[in-house]
């Protein structure tokens, strides 16, 4: 799981093979990663949302 010698206080993403130090909470690229995807899906909804109302507004005024 973590690849972790005496002397490099670093460990290896299980996911994206990239060392970290130890210390942290999690591997950072990978939480960065998450966040971008967290927002897109967001801006996502909010585009279906936007589209859907803007449908309905157009049926009910015309």
């Known amino acids: 799981m973590s690849d972790q010698t005496a002397t490099d206080q670093t460990v290896r ?5 990239h060392r970290y130090p130890a ?13 971008t995807n967290s927002v897109i ?6 585009l279906v949302i ?7 507004g157009t049926l009910v005024l015309t």
């Open 50 to 56: 936007l589209t859907l109302v803007g449908w309905i």
């Open 23 to 35: 210390a942290e909470d999690g591997c950072p690229r990978c939480r960065s990663i998450r966040r």
């Open 13 to 17: 993403c299980d996911r994206c093979a």
């Open 41 to 46: 899906v967001a801006l996502l909804v909010m």
